[in-house]
């Protein structure tokens, strides 16, 4: 018996470590570090989606998901155009590079998903996401410190 409890955050750091060096490694012939759940929403949605839905969808403030759509439009695979039906608003649409890696984003999604939840019952995995869905909800209030965790592939 430990003296102190372990935070709940220590284990799920841990498999986000192991989560996103995971991806890194079946995804590597993707030509994208990150924000690769981001084009799928934005094909999910057919291209409707403004900055603040996207942001919205994300969890993330409005500036970070600036950062992440420049990120993605120097890159060549999203650019902004002007919502017709509300001038002051910004759709994100996809380009043909991005439309091209879709389906092997969403490959490698369903792969490492089936790989953690390997001999875990279906029942199992439907709980796990309703819990995270209820921690979400009891550690949500109005006056929370905004954390962005903003990961990159290191280098060997």
Known sequence: MSKYEEPLIYQLIQITKKYLG???DISQHIPLERYHYA???????RETLTQKA????????????????????????????????DRRQQVIKLTSKAKKVIPDID???????????????EEDVKTFFKTIELLQGNLTHKHQHEVILDYKTIKS
């Not at 084009?39 to 949605?45: G, N, P, Q």
């Not at 439009?73 to 039906?85: A, I, K, M, Q």
């Open 22 to 24: 995971a991806f890194s």
């Open 39 to 45: 084009l799928l929403l934005i094909d999910e949605h």
């Open 54 to 85: 996207l942001a919205e969808l994300l969890q993330v403030d409005k500036s970070f998901l600036v950062t992440m759509i420049d990120y993605l439009t120097s890159n060549g695979f999203v650019y902004r155009e002007t919502n017709l039906e």
């Open 107 to 121: 490959t490698s999604f369903k792969t490492l998903n089936a790989k953690a939840f390997e001999n875990i019952p």
